[in-house]
């Protein structure tokens, strides 16, 4: 009995060693299989993550791709929206295809605004004015006005009063074979316009340094001022190197480069892209007349200004860029500079005989090759050849 007991105890203590090892071997396993599951959800989850946010890396990029095309379809619309009124151009037959020649006075009004101590700040606009006054000196141009915030002297001040007070100073009794310039660096804007002879409802405008106070200055008032009653037979030339200046002096036609460097002609008032001018003035006169008809008037107010803003004198404008655009202070090789200015001084110093179409092509590479996307834009006061030399 005691050894069949003692048999029987020490089986059932080897059964319950069996069962406790198999019940931790079990245990074990469960706990393996746990691990390997939590493991490969925790790899699931790491894998979902990265896949959302690859997904998200990918909306993104689709969004920014879409962004981009929108606002070249945009941009390609705004070039397509461009109409073309046409004067009689031949009474201004003369000038096609030569400058008129300058025998009398050379005046300058330069402007520069760096806007010391406000928000806006710019840094290359009086060094801008400096390149200008030094290039218009080695013209020949000796009579000027100098207009910077960085004069003490409050006559010397581009305020709103000193701004209108030297253009009218600039184009007093303006006389034929005269030749005036006038050059703009500081801000731009646009404001509504309350005359609705602007087809985008926005009157463009300079910045005057005290311009938060006593107002900007407007294109429908600088063209009134220094454009509408130059007589024939001199020439005005103006460098506007602000933002929203395409139109800044409301001048009725307008040569601008597209991406590829091709030269468009178009109406600065908004009404439709025009191939008509290119280089040869003689075949886009004739084709304008084809469709338009000889002497056409304008009927809507935008169309009518354009037409009333035909010029009888010479009249170029270069500006930085196209109305919806910004012109850009720029720093360029170490020195703070508009883009508009630095370009075109270099392209100048290229080619001091430059024809208008290569000066504003040239210009174009120029910003392109530093990365501005901006488009300079050359305008006139009536049809002009633009395979004339640059001359002031």
């Not at 619309?77 to 096609?96: A, F, G, L, T």
């Not at 960085?150 to 006389?175: C, F, S, Y």
């Not at 429908?220 to 001199?234: F, S």
């Amino acid at each position: 009995m005691g050894i069949l007991g003692e048999d029987y105890e020490q089986n059932v203590n080897n059964d319950d060693e069996e069962e406790y090892v198999e019940e931790e071997e079990a245990e074990g396993e469960e706990e393996e299989e746990e691990a390997e599951e939590e493991a490969a959800e925790e790899e699931a989850e790491e894998e979902a993550e990265e896949e959302a946010e690859e997904e998200a890396e990918e909306e993104a990029e689709e969004e920014a791709d879409e962004e981009e095309e929108e606002e070249k379809e945009e941009e390609e619309e705004e070039e397509e929206e461009y109409e073309y009124v046409v004067d009689d151009p031949s009474k201004y037959k003369d000038y096609h295809d030569h400058h008129p020649e300058i025998t009398g006075r050379r005046r300058a009004l330069l402007i520069g605004i760096n806007y010391f101590g406000t928000p806006n700040e710019l840094k290359g606009c009086i060094n801008d004015i400096n390149n200008l006054r030094n290039f218009l000196l080695e013209q020949g141009y000796e009579e000027g006005i100098v207009l910077t915030d960085d004069q003490e002297d409050p006559a010397k001040q581009p305020t709103a009063e000193n701004i209108v007070r030297g253009m009218v100073w600039l184009v007093k009794d303006a006389q034929p074979g005269d030749s005036f310039f006038f050059g703009y660096s500081g801000h731009g804007a646009y404001v509504q316009d309350t005359t609705g002879d602007e087809v985008d409802g926005a009157d463009e405008t300079i910045c005057p340094v005290d311009g938060q106070v006593n107002g900007f200055i407007c294109d429908d008032d600088m063209h009134a001022i220094m454009l509408k009653n130059l007589p024939e037979g001199c020439t005005f030339v103006s460098v506007f190197d602000c933002c929203h200046s395409g139109s800044v002096l409301d001048l009725p036609y307008t040569a601008r480069l597209d991406g590829n460097l091709q030269l468009q002609v178009v109406d600065n008032k908004n009404a439709g892209k025009v191939d008509f001018i290119r280089t040869n003035t003689h075949d886009a006169i004739e084709a304008a007349k084809e469709r338009f008809g000889e002497g056409k008037r304008a009927q809507t107010p935008a169309e009518k200004t354009a037409y009333e803003n035909t010029t009888k004198a010479f009249v170029v404008q270069f500006s930085g860029c196209m109305d919806h655009q910004f012109s850009a202070d720029a720093q360029i090789d170490g020195k703070a500079s508009g883009a508009l200015v630095w370009g075109l001084l270099k392209a100048l110093e290229e080619d001091p005989e430059i024809t208008y179409i290569n000066l504003l092509r040239r210009t174009r590479e120029l910003l392109q090759e530093r990365g501005y996307a901006q488009i300079p834009q050359l305008s006139t006061g009536f049809p002009i050849s633009l395979e004339i030399p640059f001359y002031v």
